[in-house]
């Protein structure tokens, strides 16, 4: 019973905040306009771009404090269309899914510039530390083709806090009952008319052993993180540049505890550097005409043993985009240019990779993208890009977006595209590493390709001096080649090869939110998946995907905007495993619908904040999820089955501070 | 047994909702529009609200950004519209009285 008093405390409570979205970054000059708010009623923390031609969320810094824990991975937390688990129960690394689909088919960017791609990804969502963000956009459905062909189902757009922010100094520290600390610093100067800089510092530590399920695995891997980030920002007249340099280190331990003789151990560790800059040139203003240039280069290295196993990877990527843009007088829009990526990766993993495995691949690429506005109340972005793979040849990606107002507060959106993305098979399956299935990797593997169709229309309606707002969607991706893992057809054997027949993803979601009482909001959200691979020669249902997600998500500030109170509810729905062994099963067949709730408590006071909160209040965790745990060297040993929560609930502790500019 | 306490837990909530924000404003206050210069947007009305709400025996607080005006609800034994023209140039703005009026005027 004492579990619930915690909850009780904080729902019995429930309020809001009412800050608005706050400047966003310079790149992204067309959002400015489009977000239309109330002074007197509080600004929802997750705002869709109405007038964007894209189906856009902007989760701004309050929203991103709701879930005050800890990294781009728990952001969101609060948020209807992106889900986020576990990708196996032994290295902690998360994955989203969006549009009922992998976190692979959705293209991260910094500043609109692409990030975290190929062995990066796995465990890139835990490099971006929550405080460092000034807001996050996140879009469904092909996108433009201005930042590439990869964004299949959507893209996520993190930006980081400017260097010329309102408050120049900021301290974050937090604690977790799991003795997790974290401390995150920003400062930024501005050092003349022309030039400011900003310099994010991140130092957390876990590195206490956990073993609450008594299976002998920690829970949750030790893990320790140094990351900082320096922000550059130039303007000269017509001229803008922005720069960023980035360094992040990461340990991370887990596996069997110390008390088991001979223990089979985790250890990842990881270094990476990122650069880029964006430079850009106004070269008429009235006509909207520019010229922009980004390049950006990354080094990463990440040395991984999963007992016995070695899995050693290196990548440095370089990426250039110049882009041309001009406005006409009718207020159409072409923006055309010209892109370059190329990827070297390095594999080293002896059991797995018979040929060492390296892997050059440039993408030199041209694109066009033209918007077209008929009437004021259509607008239309025809898109299409042309590149050239190193490794997969020449290919085309055409996009179409569509958007209908037919009021102010009614429109419909309409987008096909193809998208297209180079495979990365075992960085992308090392979850299966922390198993002992048997991991053969099919040779020619083909580049994946997939059309995205999508619809959604969104409603707002007066009701009682306030706003109801209403989205329903449908999304659809249908892959006509995909790098398929089948751990259907031996419980023993993990089999990773190009997609025979059909495979496709469905995505239904409606929402609604709503400010019930002034500073009191409320978002409720059902969405439904239905996604299909062919694996083993028959269509089925995607393994270790929840087939419906249901979220309620509430936020209540009071007046004066001293205390806020959030709570969020999730039941994510039950679906299939892979197929446990016939004669001997060590696993269901399925899995159950499970929730998870989340409440945070938060304190403002005159510059400063503390924060008080809970996750997975219910104590919800997968039973059994690692299988044969007692016997990490036996064949049966796998902790790749997971679905649910691993760890149980944790309450977490933290406090805020900013200095403000006078 | 869960879904009973979550139930219960967010009527408790609802109704300390409802309660909360009826209790705000009592008769004796005094509320103020304040005419600000000049405030530019989203950043320096997070500014006032975060700074302001924090002077004393201030219950209530309205940043319009379209008419440059703060609306203050204060208890005018603990505070004075004198005071808060002072903790407005403090962070930076000038303000002026535009209306005074008691709460239940």
């Known amino acids: 019973m004492n579990k619930y008093i915690f909850l009780l405390f904080s729902i019995s409570t429930l309020s809001i905040q009412a800050q608005q979205a706050e400047n966003d970054s310079v790149a992204e000059p067309q959002e400015r306009q489009l977000e239309e708010f109330h002074v007197v009623h509080r600004a929802p923390g997750l705002i869709k771009m109405r007038s964007s031609i894209f189906d856009t969320q902007k989760l701004t810094k309050q929203e991103l404090q709701k879930a005050a824990c800890c990294n781009l991975s728990e952001s969101f937390e609060t948020n209807p269309s992106v889900d986020v688990s576990y990708s196996d129960a032994a290295t902690g690394a998360k994955q989203i899914k969006l549009l009922g689909l992998s976190g692979a088919y959705v293209q991260m960017l910094a500043e609109n510039v692409p990030t975290l791609r190929g062995i990066a990804a796995p465990f890139g969502l835990g490099y971006t530390p929550g405080p460092w963000m000034e807001s996050i956009q996140v879009s469904k459905g092909t996108s433009s083709v201005l930042n590439g062909y990869e964004a299949l189902t959507g893209q996520i757009n993190v930006v980081h806090l400017q260097p010329n922010a309102e408050e120049p100094l900021g301290l974050n520290v937090y604690a977790s009952d799991m003795r997790r600390m974290e401390a995150n610093a920003n400062a930024s100067v501005t050092l003349n008319d022309n030039l ?355 979220l309620l998500t509430t936020s209540y500030r009071t007046r004066l905007k001293k205390w806020q109170f959030d709570f969020t509810t999730q039941l994510n729905g039950g679906g299939r495993l892979p197929d446990p062994d016939e004669d001997n099963p060590l696993w269901d067949k399925e899995f159950e619908a499970y929730p998870i709730l989340n409440a945070q408590v938060t304190k403002f006071f005159r510059g400063w904040s503390i924060y008080l909160g809970a996750e997975n209040l219910t104590n919800f965790k997968q039973q059994n999820p690692i299988i044969a745990a007692s016997n990490p060297t036996g064949t049966n040993f796998d902790a790749s089955m997971v679905w649910g929560p691993i760890d149980g609930r944790r309450i977490y502790v933290g406090a805020r501070w900013n200095l403000q500019k006078f | 047994m869960n879904k009973l306490v979550i139930i219960c837990a967010l009527l408790l909530g609802v109704t300390g909702v409802v309660l909360a924000q009826k209790s705000s404003a009592k008769s004796a206050d005094t509320v103020t529009v304040f005419a600000v210069e000049t405030m530019h947007g989203d950043h320096c009305r997070k500014r006032i609200e975060g700074n302001i709400a924090f002077e004393k025996g201030v219950k209530d607080l309205k940043v319009d950004l379209e008419k440059q005006t703060v609306t203050v609800t204060y208890n005018p034994r603990k505070n004075s519209d004198e005071k808060l023209i002072a903790a407005f140039e403090k962070l930076g703005y000038s303000a002026k009285i535009v209306r005074a009026t008691a709460a239940n005027l």
């Open chain 1, 196 to 550: 400011s800089t900003i310099l994010l510092a991140h130092v957390d530590n876990d590195t206490r052993e956990w073993d609450r399920n008594g299976d002998g695995f920690l829970d949750q891997p030790k893990a320790k993180q140094y990351n900082v980030l320096n922000k550059w920002d130039y303007r000269n007249g017509k001229f803008m540049s922005y720069s960023l340099l980035r360094y992040l280190h990461e340990d991370r331990e887990g596996g069997q505890i110390r008390e088991v003789p001979d223990p089979y151990k985790i250890g990842i560790a990881t270094n990476r550097y990122e650069f880029y800059t964006r430079n850009g040139i106004i070269l008429d203003s009235e006509k909207e005409r520019s010229i922009g240039l980004a390049i950006s280069g990354s080094y990463h290295e990440q040395d991984a043993r999963y007992g016995l196993k070695i899995y050693d990877a290196e990548q440095s990527n370089l990426y250039a985009n110049l882009t041309f843009a001009t406005g006409f007088n009718d207020g159409n829009k072409l923006s055309v240019g010209a892109s370059f990526n190329r990827d070297n990766i390095n594999e080293y993993s002896p059991l797995h990779l018979s040929q060492g495995g390296v892997f050059i691949e440039n993408v030199p690429g041209i694109f066009a993208e033209y918007s077209l506005k008929l009437h004021d109340k259509i607008i239309v972005l025809l898109g299409l890009r042309d590149d050239y793979s190193s490794r997969y040849g020449n290919f085309l990606t055409p996009r179409l977006h569509t958007k209908f107002d037919f009021s102010k507060s009614f429109y419909v959106r309409a987008s096909v595209g193809k998208g297209y993305r180079s495979p990365n098979a075992l960085a992308e399956n090392s979850y299966i590493l922390a198993s002992n299935r048997t991991l053969t990797i099919n040779d020619n593997l083909k580049q994946e390709e997939a059309w995205n169709y999508g619809v959604n229309a969104t409603a707002h309606i007066p009701l009682f001096d306030k706003e109801l707002t209403l989205n329903g969607e449908f999304y659809r991706t249908d892959f006509s080649n995909q790098v398929v893992t089948d751990l259907d057809s031996d419980p023993h054997k993990a089999t990773i090869a190009n997609l025979d027949g059909k495979s496709y993803a469905n995505s239904i979601q409606l929402e609604a939110s709503y400010e019930l009482l002034r500073g009191w909001t409320l978002t409720a959200a059902h969405r439904i998946t239905d996604a299909k691979t062919s694996i083993g020669g028959k269509l089925r249902e995607k393994p270790l995907t929840s087939r419906y997600k249901s």
